[in-house]
């Protein structure tokens, strides 16, 4: 679940992910279960819980774990009440970071942010100061040493995609989020395997960060989402991919 910023990072984040699969499931199970909650139990007529079950086959997450979390959701077994939030803050060195939260206890979670973004050198922004840098688009990232952009794209293009583009070997597609599942599913009908699939808050530009900054950002990143109430960690750092190092 890792926020978006250059897809090229977030492949080279890969083993890292794989290692938190477990939590990598919980956080998928909370976003079907409110998907389930809000907008009811069947993905047919159900566009937010259509695109979470995406993102849980591709996560491989077991049939018997999604109905549940749909059941949770609507209320056929006993589960938690989320709420949804959304922080706006800044990382240090004045990057544009959003934190979407599903919390059962709203109070921990302001806490909990609050005291990282803290720690890290980060500060909370005023609503609105840092979403007007993001937009919504569906973000499909496929490995540029298997399939041609070319090929990619004549497909993406047809089925409704905005935009492809490599982005150091990863060819990445871009949609509006209306046309996401479209996409994805001729990609997937086509027996293309994706490295990564989402609707994403996606920057408008990405600011340029030099290796010691961009390890302090990285790492305010990963506390951010190891923490349980945080679904989502969005930014708009072009992070150098030894950072940290």
């Given at each position: 679940?890792?926020?978006?910023?250059?897809?090229?990072?977030?492949?080279?984040?890969?083993?890292?992910?794989?290692?938190?699969?477990g939590?990598?499931?919980?956080?998928?199970?909370k976003?079907?279960?409110?998907?389930?909650?809000?907008?009811?139990?069947?993905?047919?007529?159900?566009?937010?819980?259509?695109?979470?079950?995406?993102?849980?086959?591709?996560?491989?997450?077991?049939?018997?774990?999604?109905?549940?979390?749909?059941?949770?959701?609507t209320?056929?077994?006993?589960?938690?009440?989320?709420?949804?939030?959304?922080?706006?803050?800044?990382?240090?060195?004045?990057?544009?970071?959003?934190?979407?939260?599903?919390?059962?206890?709203?109070?921990?979670?302001?806490?909990?942010?609050?005291?990282?973004?803290?720690?890290?050198?980060?500060?909370?922004?005023?609503?609105?100061?840092v979403?007007?840098?993001?937009?919504?688009?569906?973000?499909?990232?496929?490995?540029?040493?298997k399939?041609?952009?070319?090929?990619?794209?004549?497909?993406?293009?047809?089925?409704?995609?905005?935009?492809?583009?490599?982005?150091?070997?990863?060819?990445?597609?871009?949609?509006?989020?209306?046309?996401?599942?479209?996409?994805?599913t001729?990609?997937?009908?086509?027996?293309?395997?994706?490295?990564?699939?989402?609707?994403?808050?996606?920057?408008?530009?990405?600011?340029?960060?030099?290796?010691?900054?961009?390890?302090?950002?990285?790492?305010?990143?990963?506390?951010?989402?190891?923490?349980?109430?945080?679904?989502?960690?969005?930014?708009?750092?072009?992070?150098?991919?030894?950072?940290?190092?």
């Open positions: 679940m890792s926020g978006h910023s250059k897809w090229a990072t977030i492949k080279h984040k890969k083993g890292a992910a794989d290692a938190k699969r939590q990598m499931f919980t956080k998928l199970i976003e079907i279960s409110i998907a389930a909650r809000m907008g009811g139990g069947d993905p047919d007529t159900n566009a937010r819980l259509r695109t979470a079950i995406l993102k849980a086959k591709a996560a491989n997450m077991p049939k018997d774990n999604v109905e549940r979390a749909i059941k949770k959701g209320g056929e077994l006993e589960g938690s009440n989320y709420e949804e939030l959304v922080y706006e803050g800044y990382a240090p060195g004045g990057i544009a970071i959003l934190i979407e939260v599903l919390t059962d206890n709203k109070n921990r979670a302001a806490a909990e942010v609050r005291n990282l973004l803290t720690r890290s050198g980060g500060t909370l922004a005023t609503s609105n100061a979403m007007r840098l993001f937009a919504r688009k569906g973000v499909i990232s496929l490995d540029g040493e399939y041609t952009e070319d090929k990619v794209m004549e497909l993406a293009l047809e089925a409704g995609a905005d935009d492809i583009v490599d982005e150091d070997g990863e060819i990445v597609v871009y949609t509006s989020p209306d046309a996401f599942e479209a996409v994805l001729a990609i997937n009908n086509a027996g293309m395997e994706t490295d990564g699939a989402e609707i994403s808050m996606v920057p408008e530009t990405y600011v340029d960060v030099e290796k010691d900054a961009g390890g302090k950002v990285q790492k305010l990143i990963d506390r951010l989402e190891e923490s349980d109430d945080v679904q989502n960690v969005y930014h708009n750092a072009n992070i150098p991919e030894d950072a940290g190092e």
